[in-house]
């Protein structure tokens, strides 16, 4: 067992920053089977009371007091300022794992302004607020398995979680990071549809949710791939082909990978990386 398990025996996430992500995480995790205890703090302390009256958990007053209560701490804060900040507490946080879910930030870069310690980063998405959350994992250089298999943990229980090696970080940003806002985006789009054939728009909303809520799970448990799921949907000379030949013909699956491309590269850029 490691030093840092050693010293505090319950399993307690503190989370530091609870803003959009950082509340997610925060509010998924009260809400599913896990056994953990939050604790959280944030400069803006409305924000720390708003997320207390809502879940409960442990409002910390600084960065001192969290870390003193925290087997491993998430570092839900933006990727401008991580790096900043965590040079600035290196010496508070150095004993305790830190998982960074800063999007472009890289290991490398959080381990120098650490100077030692165990760091991983994840790469979530806000639909951990509903336990659906989508989770990739890397591990820093100084390799902990403890701190590994927590993390897994922490974030499988808002969701799925799997490992994979840094370099494909900004990737994953691009695909799951930003991926709800293209589902949202369609989402709309599939409502918009169907308010002008006259669908009330509540009704709309629900069709289109549902049906892209549905189709995701096919996808996730059939163990079908997604383009013979489609064909299955597709009937000759029938409507779906038809809506489908439009989609192409405006080049929506090209238009979705270069937007994929974009949101990548500006992950790069975020890094501080050369494109």
Not at 86 to 95: H, M, P
Request: some cysteine.
């Amino acid at each position: 067992m490691g030093e840092w398990m050693a010293e505090k025996k319950s399993q307690t996430v503190g989370i530091i920053g609870v803003g959009n992500m950082g509340s997610a995480i925060a509010r998924g995790l009260s809400t599913s089977d896990s056994a953990f205890t939050i604790a959280y703090y944030d400069v803006d302390e409305e924000k720390a009371k708003k997320l207390h009256e809502a879940i409960g958990g442990r409002i910390c007053t600084n960065v001192q007091d969290i870390v003193a209560h925290s087997n491993i701490l998430i570092l839900a804060l933006k990727p401008d300022v991580m790096i900043p900040f965590v040079r600035e507490n290196s010496a508070v946080l150095k004993n305790t794992p830190v998982v960074s879910i800063a999007a472009g930030v890289t290991i490398p870069s959080l381990e120098e302004a650490l100077g030692g310690g165990i760091v991983l980063r994840v790469m979530p998405n806000t639909p951990a607020l509903v336990g659906k959350g989508m989770s990739v994992i890397s591990s820093g250089t100084r390799y902990d398995e403890q701190a590994l298999e927590l993390t897994q943990k922490i974030f499988a229980s808002i969701g799925k979680a799997i490992v994979l090696p840094e370099k494909l970080m900004d990737a994953v940003t691009a695909v799951s990071g930003c991926g709800p806002a293209y589902a949202f985006t369609v989402i709309q789009a599939m409502a918009d549809g169907g308010v002008k054939l006259g669908i009330p728009r509540d009704q709309a909303v629900l069709l289109a949710a549902q049906t892209l809520a549905g189709a995701a799970e096919m996808v996730l448990y059939s163990n079908v791939s997604p383009i013979d799921l489609r064909n299955m949907v597709t009937s000759p000379g029938g409507s779906t082909i038809e809506a489908v030949h439009c989609l192409e013909r405006a080049g929506f699956s090209g238009i979705l990978i270069d937007a994929i491309e974009a949101a990548a590269k500006k992950s790069e850029k975020l890094g501080g990386k050369k494109s």
